[in-house]
C-alpha cells in the first residue's frame, strides 16, 4: 500500500485547508484510516479517524467541532476538512491506515492500531 498526503501549505489563523490522502497499490486488512500530526520537538498525536464500513469517526478533543473527516470508499481517499485552523495546529500531517483488526474503538486514538504510513504533508498556520 502506498500513501499519498497532499494539501498542506501554509494559511492565517482562522483559515482552511482539507488535505487529501489517497491509497493506492494492493489493500489489504484496511479497516479506516486515521490522521496524525507531530509539531516540532512534540511527540506524534492523534488527530482523526474514519472506518471504512459505516464512516463512524473519531476526533481528538483539540480539533472537534472544527476538523472534519470523511472518505470516498470507491477511490480510497481519506479527507480531512480543517477549519478555523489555530497557530497549535501546526505540524506535520501524515495519514495512516488501520490495519489492527480489534474491536475496541480506543485503539484508532493509537498508533499501534495503523499498519502503514503516508509521508506526511506540511500545515502551517500563521497567527
Known amino acids: 500500500v502506498q500513501l499519498q498526503a497532499s494539501g498542506g501549505g501554509l494559511v492565517q489563523a482562522g483559515g482552511s485547508l482539507r488535505l487529501s490522502c489517497a491509497a493506492s497499490?494492493?489493500?489489504?486488512?484496511?479497516?479506516?484510516m486515521g490522521w496524525f500530526r507531530q509539531a516540532p520537538g512534540k511527540e506524534r498525536e492523534f488527530v482523526a479517524a474514519?472506518?471504512?464500513?459505516?464512516?463512524?469517526?473519531y476526533y481528538a478533543d483539540s480539533v472537534k467541532g472544527r476538523f472534519m473527516i470523511s472518505r470516498d470508499n470507491a477511490k480510497n481517499t481519506v479527507y480531512l476538512q480543517m477549519n478555523s485552523l489555530k497557530p497549535e495546529d501546526t505540524a506535520v500531517y501524515y495519514c495512516?491506515?488501520?490495519?489492527?483488526?480489534?474491536?475496541?474503538?480506543?485503539?484508532?486514538?493509537?498508533?499501534?492500531?495503523?499498519?502503514?504510513w503516508g509521508q506526511g504533508t506540511q500545515v502551517t498556520v500563521s497567527s
Open positions: 474514519i472506518v471504512w464500513s459505516d464512516g463512524t469517526t
Open positions: 497499490g494492493r489493500t489489504f486488512r484496511s479497516y479506516g
Open positions: 495512516a491506515v488501520r490495519t489492527y483488526s480489534g474491536t475496541s474503538s480506543g485503539s484508532y486514538y493509537r498508533e499501534y492500531a495503523y499498519g502503514q
